[in-house]
């Protein structure tokens, strides 16, 4: 295959096409992550909490937990009652969430102090969950583990795929540029190593929040790579390049 400088026109306006919306879909992803990940820890920015909430959760509190202050100040409820209240509401979403103690224990309090707001009626009035039943109430006990591994499954089925093919045409057209070999062996490969780091990260995150560097380190690597390799075809079909980044041989 000639080197792409030595294309026809045809040739490399079939590539340009190819390079210019492949840059923009990749850009596209980028800010997609980044407008999904950014602010979940209620900074600014995409920082590792971010990741670590996005794959591993916020195993701090559940829904319950987090908005009962609200829904007691909503209900009136004085302040003493306050930590005896929460104190019943904690235990029994650390313990299980069972029926015995929601029966026993957890739908008295909110018989008392949430229906007015909560009752399948009202809810669908004000669109809050209804906490009705048991079914109700443990819906929003839940823990937020992340993104499950389903999630992650699907996720991943389609961007290795799909971004695989993006980074072999990538590194297709990058080693026929004029680009010096070590160069060309270097950039070619770490997309594919930033992906697979990335992927892997969002299973090792799940588990162990300590690894949301894999995320980052991996997606800094994989995308932004890429679109180096393929503004680099670009520049050295149409214009050329800087002499330091081209090989001796090459003519």
Aim: hydrophobic share 45%; with cysteine; net charge neutral.
């Amino acid at each position: 295959m000639r080197p792409l400088h030595q294309m026809s026109l045809p040739e490399k306006l079939l590539h340009t096409g190819f390079i210019i919306l492949a840059c923009f879909g990749m850009l596209s992803a980028e800010l997609y992550l980044f407008v999904t990940h950014t602010g979940l820890d209620g900074k600014s920015g995409v920082t590792v909490k971010d990741i670590q909430i996005s794959y591993y959760g916020d195993r701090s509190s559940s829904k319950i937990q987090s908005v009962l202050p609200t829904m007691l100040t909503n209900a009136g409820v004085d302040k003493a009652q306050w930590p005896a209240i929460e104190k019943t509401i904690d235990h029994w979403v650390q313990n299980g969430q069972t029926e015995a103690e929601y029966t026993a224990k957890i739908k008295p309090i909110v018989d008392a102090h949430c229906m007015m707001c909560h009752s399948v009626a009202m809810s669908k009035q004000l669109h809050n969950p209804p906490l009705a039943t048991y079914n109700d109430l443990k819906k929003v006990a839940q823990i937020n583990t992340g993104m499950t591994i389903n999630q992650m499954l699907m996720g991943g089925m389609v961007h290795l795929t799909m971004l695989g093919v993006i980074f072999w045409i990538a590194g297709w057209l990058f080693v026929r540029t004029r680009v010096t070999a070590g160069l060309k062996g270097l950039l070619v490969i770490v997309p594919f190593l930033g992906m697979l780091l990335d992927f892997s990260g969002w299973f090792a995150t799940h588990y162990n929040p300590a690894f949301a560097w894999m995320v980052l380190i991996g997606g800094a690597l994989s995308c932004p790579i890429a679109a180096l390799e393929l503004v680099g075809a670009f520049f050295d079909m149409w214009v050329g390049l800087p002499g330091f980044l081209s090989s001796k041989s090459a003519s």
